[in-house]
């Protein structure tokens, strides 16, 4: 497994999720200080140290949005795992995700430009815009801000994490 750590605004609250590696060089920049450790020590150039599970800055970040990483599992928690034509709720095998304006007009693969649809919507709209389509959106696709829960951080969240993820 390749341990990663969660970096903490100086208040305590989560900002996003490092490689440990980079997250070590915060501390030894003297830019983090360590909260929690993993058990595996590391190799430090002449001593070793534990590699950081939760590291938290010494001067505050102003504004840092949490990290939303774009997967389908995060799409469709934003969007209530509903299809966002016809407003059906499907569980994640169900469902799969439409471009709004098709990649074929230039339509991108990004927050504002994919929503979660069931099958049947997904084959109706094909590569249509959503008015030649005569379709319409529950709601704006919009880069989620909150997050939806913890499964963002991955399928797996490290102990040492659930204090701080829990706010
Ligand atoms: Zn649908």
């Known amino acids: ?3 990663r750590t969660l970096l903490l605004n100086t208040s305590y609250e989560p900002l996003l999720i490092l490689g440990w590696q980079r997250a070590l060089t915060l501390v030894v920049l ?4 360590v909260v929690s450790e993993y058990t595996r020590l590391v190799r430090c150039k002449t001593h070793r140290i534990r ?3 939760v590291i938290r800055l010494r001067r505050r970040v102003p504004r ?5 990483r774009f997967l389908r599992s995060n799409l469709y928690a934003r969007d209530g795992y509903q299809c966002q034509y ?7 095998k169900d469902l799969t995700y439409d471009h709004v304006i098709p990649r074929s007009k230039g339509g991108l693969t990004c927050w504002t430009n994919i929503v979660s649809c069931c ?8 590569s249509l815009s959503l008015e030649e389509a005569g379709m319409r959106l529950l709601k704006r696709p919009v880069r989620p801000r909150v997050l939806p829960d913890s499964s963002v951080y991955g399928p797996v ?7 701080y993820l829990r706010a």
Not at 30 to 33: D, F, I, R, V
Not at 64 to 68: T, Y
Not at 119 to 126: E, F, L, Q
């Open 1 to 3: 497994m390749v341990e």
């Open 30 to 33: 003297g830019k983090a200080e």
């Open 51 to 53: 590699v950081p599970s």
């Open 64 to 68: 840092v949005r949490p990290m939303i």
């Open 86 to 92: 016809c407003g059906d709720t499907l569980s994640a």
């Open 119 to 126: 099958v049947r919507c997904n084959r109706k709209k094909g």
């Open 157 to 163: 969240t490290p102990e040492s994490w659930r204090f």
